[in-house]
């Protein structure tokens, strides 16, 4: 802030018009940094909570008494519409770092689907939020949002989650088998490769905003984006350049920016975006001991899991 001022005041020297007008700016500056200071506060502060719970409060009994996603939103489209509102926000930020917070974002969407999932006490309410995670997916999948739609399988296909077979047997499963297969990892995740150009060439010819909404799954495009550029040489055997790995780096770099330009055109709805981004969530073992108290250990492995976790 100290070098913004001095800029704007060696700018604004002996002209009092642009003198005024590099204050108001500041200003506006210093009230948007203050407001983003604030949110980040609130949510390390939750995060600590989050840490600090005693071990009375990670049980699903204690837990019971918190509000569901259902509670707050059973529309899977409008679920889906705050996702991609989040989602965009990741790609318009600028910062390095910014690749950090994103692979935060894809593993707290997993782990928050799975703590929704594990929370209920009644099986018909589980199955119920299980149907309903398919049914975003399945939206998310309509949008171009594949990486919302990979957090979502990823956690639905946690163990502590996976487990749950009398769960399990009362949801119809053929949707989310068809979206398992779109994100089938085999033959390098071919199938989903095909519909995200599919989705790339529907945004090209796109006649609304929404046609044009392309997100991909965030870390399998900076894996190939950073093979593409450690495994291939910048200069031939022959010394000369390797215009063939730069024109595809440049490629992909290119569409990307293409989609991070898109503005979401869904009504944000404050109220569930703050519970996406702000909700508490279970870590790895207290969703496996929800996961034993919905539904008992099986074997031995899992009764003992459930005998050192307690």
Not at 140 to 159: D, E, K, R, V
Not at 204 to 214: G, M
Not at 280 to 288: G, M, S
Request: aromatic share 10%; hydrophobic share 40%.
């Amino acid at each position: 802030m100290r070098c913004l001022k001095d800029m704007t005041h060696h700018v604004a020297r002996g002209d009092e018009y642009s003198w005024r007008a590099m204050q108001q700016m500041t200003q506006r500056l210093i009230k948007r940094l203050s407001a983003l200071g604030q949110y980040e506060e609130a949510v390390a502060a939750l995060n600590a909570a989050a840490m600090e719970r005693p071990a009375s409060l990670k049980s699903k009994q204690a837990s019971a008494q918190r509000n569901d996603v259902l509670s707050l939103c059973d529309d899977p489209f409008v679920l889906a519409q705050q996702l991609t509102h989040i989602e965009l926000g990741f790609f318009r930020k600028r910062k390095t770092s910014n690749l950090e917070a994103y692979v935060s974002w894809f593993n707290r969407l997993s782990y928050l689907v799975a703590t929704e999932i594990c929370m209920p006490m009644k099986k018909k309410h589980r199955a119920r939020i299980i149907e309903f995670f398919i049914d975003v997916a399945q939206e998310c999948f309509n949008i171009g949002n594949f990486n919302s739609l990979m957090a979502i399988i990823t956690g639905m296909n946690m163990s502590p989650v996976a487990r749950l077979k009398k769960t399990w047997n009362k949801v119809n499963t053929d949707k989310f088998e068809i979206l398992e297969h779109q994100m089938d990892p085999s033959s390098n995740f071919s199938n989903y490769r095909t519909a995200l150009r599919g989705a790339n060439q529907r945004s090209e010819t796109a006649h609304s905003s929404q046609e044009k909404i392309v997100i991909p799954f965030f870390s399998l495009l900076i894996k190939d984006i950073y093979f593409l550029n450690e495994g291939c040489a910048s200069r031939l055997p022959n010394g000369h350049i390797n215009f063939e790995k730069l024109w595809e780096l440049a490629k992909q770099v290119s569409e990307f920016l293409v989609w991070r330009q898109v503005v979401c055109p869904f009504d944000r709805d404050r109220r569930i975006l703050q519970y996406l981004v702000t909700t508490p969530i279970f870590t790895e073992d207290e969703l496996h001991l929800a996961s034993y108290e919905s539904e008992g250990p099986e074997n031995n492995m899992e009764k003992d899991s459930r005998r050192s976790l307690r």
